[in-house]
């Protein structure tokens, strides 16, 4: 087997693995890899058209008959207030006939190492099976709630201000961007977003493809939030199925909220996606039974690339050292114990040191507790982490953080 990043004629078997693993249709199917090749380069619509030179394919050993592929997609991120390289994994996919071959595996063994050497600190994907990619050094990340409010039982709440429609000729890019920029600065693990990704403002025409997305200003003008929702039919009911829904503060987010009450006529339930960590329970004016149901979503898996470089970007509790012996197979440098002395939760140095250390750890353990998913109590249920100073100690250094992303790869 041969494994190595694509080459320009590969771009169209790239997309039709693709195609096929995610059960899609191709629309240019009929093009040549020249014109595939071609229209990425001389107009790229994505992130991963930019990138496209950072895609992965193991192949036969006549290094032509491609196996598996996967991309890698470079964002900058947010992890404890710095601005990290964060590399997104997309598109994996292995025709039916290929699997369980290793291909994939394969993938994984060349493109990991080499994230270390681009300089990458974290790397996320979306899982179809986290027992699968555990093998590869990830372990759960985000999670958020959905929520569905009762949109004839949610009273509105006076806040003042309007909403305006992103419609052709009215672009909002600006006042969307700067909503966006609050939630990138907050939350550990969210992407911060470039002019590419915000290709869609100028393209949205909710007369068209239904997409509808407005912004909350409130009295001086100043956006507060943001909401993008289609319209989800169910059991013959229509709800507002609402893709995005950020807001900078309470009031952003009763601006928005009561322009989804508005609509309640023709619509039963208004569905938001949140993070653990906004308690909504006391922003809705009401959650009798029936008015606000939740469910929790799991949202991908998290892995440190460089353990060097994300300790000294973590943000401690208070002052002190701590030792960490990290096992990775899939990155040789991240083996090895490390000595982290910080003050006031400021990290001042990462050193090797043979010194005993006071907590033993995979670097799948070592990850989701690093992004801040979990706090130091976890730690007594997880099987592979051994622990060798106080509770106390160990809180300094693993708690629960603000983790989010709403960015798919």
Request: charged residues 25%.
């Amino acid at each position: 087997m041969i494994t190595r990043k694509i080459n320009s004629g590969e771009l169209k078997r790239v997309q039709e693995f693709c195609a096929l693993a995610f059960e899609y249709g191709m629309s240019d199917a009929d093009k040549t890899p020249q014109e595939i090749y071609e229209g990425i380069v001389n107009n790229p619509t994505t992130r991963q058209d930019l990138n496209w030179q950072s895609q992965w394919a193991a192949f036969e050993d006549d290094d032509c008959t491609m196996l598996s592929t996967f991309t890698v997609i470079p964002y900058r991120a947010n992890f404890d207030g710095h601005d990290m390289l964060m590399m997104g994994i997309g598109g994996v996919a292995t025709l039916p006939q290929h699997r369980r071959r290793g291909g994939v595996r394969s993938c994984f063994e060349m493109a990991l190492p080499d994230m270390y050497d681009q300089g990458a600190a974290f790397s996320y994907l979306y899982p179809f099976s986290t027992y699968y990619y555990r093998k590869f050094g990830y372990e759960l990340g985000c999670e958020r709630y959905e929520y569905r409010l009762l949109l004839s039982g949610m009273p509105k709440v006076p806040v003042g201000g309007y909403c305006e429609l992103l419609e052709p000729g009215v672009n909002l890019k600006d006042e969307i961007r700067l909503v966006m920029s609050a939630w990138q600065n907050k939350y550990n693990m969210m992407t911060i977003d470039e002019d590419i990704e915000y290709g869609w403002v100028d393209k949205a025409n909710p007369f068209k493809d239904k997409i509808y997305t407005y912004v909350y200003r409130d009295e001086d003008q100043t956006p507060l939030g943001y909401v993008t929702f289609d319209i989800k039919k169910e059991s013959g009911v229509q709800n507002l199925n609402c893709q995005n829904f950020f807001f900078t503060n309470i009031k952003g987010f009763y601006g928005l909220l009561n322009l989804l009450i508005s609509l309640a006529s023709d619509h039963k339930y208004a569905i938001l996606r949140l993070p653990t960590d906004i308690a909504l329970g006391p922003l809705l004016p009401e959650w009798s039974f029936g008015t606000v149901l939740e469910k929790r979503d799991q949202m991908g898996m998290v892995r440190v690339v460089n353990v060097k470089k994300a300790l000294s970007m973590a943000r401690m509790q208070g002052s002190g050292c701590i030792i960490l012996d990290i096992t990775d197979e899939q990155i040789k440098q991240n083996n090895g114990r490390f000595e982290v002395i910080f003050e006031d939760g400021q990290t001042k140095s990462v050193q090797e040191t043979s010194k005993e250390a006071d907590i033993c750890m995979s670097i799948q353990d070592f990850s989701s507790l690093l992004a801040g998913r979990y706090d130091s109590s976890t730690i007594a249920s997880m099987q592979k982490v051994t622990v060798n100073c106080t509770p106390e100690k160990t809180a300094q250094i693993f708690y629960r953080k603000p983790l989010y992303i709403s960015r798919y790869f």
